[in-house]
């Protein structure tokens, strides 16, 4: 059978002795058929709460920030960020050598560091503008002082006026910067401060926050692992290798028995699909601990003087 959706359930099915499904009559399953095809995302479902770091849902995340910007959102199918793995990408460009983001808890950074979301003002671009404007409409002016800079994506412009909604006499690419054009709905930030982030902390919404807030568009990249993706169509793949199909479909047929009520079969069966888990999780996750030695060699402690 083919390692998708329908060739799982129909392995599930053929165990309980129903009738198969087709490609044809898969989405109009009836019965004890649409019970198999949920014990199979059930299986899914749990081989993945097992564990958050299987190496099949792991994802590396690259973002270029946005200068004045200190929150940011992670990844709508993200289950567990990888903090450890935080780093800025080397940018000559950007005189960004490189460096890995050391971890604060967030009450620390409220207690630290959070006035620096004070220092900053910001809006959107209302319409895309060229590397030539020197009049650049945005959402509102509200906040901005009536003459000086602002930064967009890398570039820094200058202006001497203001209205509601637009800046006026620009000068582009200003401060060694080079004058670009920029999308519709770019930010648009003015700042005193901010720099190359080297901290970084959880938000309580489970998102994540930098210290300093940057003052460039940095390159930042970090890893994550992903939620499991619902299977809906017969041909949907599950992400979990297809070496391990007999787990999901062990996981699958526990399920099932346990929907007919019959409890002997759906323990033996549930046995199994643990112990599958278990195989996968020796194969898949290598978690040996890296222990160094503490002990000091005899000579080394007292010295070729030591009396024996």
């Known amino acids: 059978m083919a390692y998708d959706y329908l060739g799982l359930t129909n392995e599930v099915i053929a165990r309980m002795n129903e ?3 087709t490609a044809a009559n898969f989405t109009s399953a009836r019965g004890f058929q649409i019970q198999c095809q949920n014990a199979v995302n059930d299986a899914i479902n749990y081989i993945n709460q097992r ?8 994802q590396t995340q690259t973002q270029n920030l946005i200068p004045g910007t200190t929150r940011y959102t992670i990844p709508t199918a993200a289950q567990s960020i990888d903090y450890d793995s935080f780093r800025i990408s080397k940018n000559s ?33 209302n ?9 650049i409409t945005v959402v509102s002016t509200a906040g901005f002082s009536t003459t000086g800079s602002i930064q967009i994506e890398n570039e820094t412009i200058t202006y001497t006026g203001v209205t509601s909604t637009t800046f006026t006499g620009c000068t582009r690419g200003t401060s060694g910067t080079t004058a670009v054009l920029h999308a519709d709905t770019t930010n648009v930030a003015q700042f005193t401060s901010g720099g190359i982030p080297n901290l970084v902390f959880r938000t309580p919404d489970n998102n994540f ?7 460039k568009a940095y390159e930042l990249v970090y890893e994550y692992f992903d939620r499991p993706t619902l299977l809906v169509a017969a041909t949907d793949v599950p992400t979990i290798p297809e ?14 028995y346990q929907y007919r009520g019959e409890a002997q079969q759906y323990g033996l069966n549930f046995a199994r699909f643990e112990e599958g888990i278990k195989q996968m999780q020796t194969l898949l996750l290598n978690r040996a601990d890296y222990i160094r030695s503490t002990y000091i060699p005899y000579l080394q402690r007292y010295g070729n003087s030591a009396v024996f």
């Open 19 to 21: 009738v198969s499904l």
């Open 51 to 58: 564990e958050f770091g299987w190496s099949f849902t792991h």
């Open 93 to 125: 460009d950007l005189a960004s050598a490189g460096i890995t983001l050391r971890i604060i808890d967030y009450k620390e950074y409220t207690q630290r560091y959070i006035v620096q979301e004070n220092d900053v003002e910001s809006t959107t671009l």
């Open 127 to 135: 319409g895309a503008i060229t590397n030539t404007a020197t009049t």
């Open 209 to 215: 926050g930098l210290y300093p807030y940057p003052n």
């Open 243 to 256: 070496q391990f199909r007999q787990v999901i479909v062990d996981g699958a047929t526990a399920y099932s």
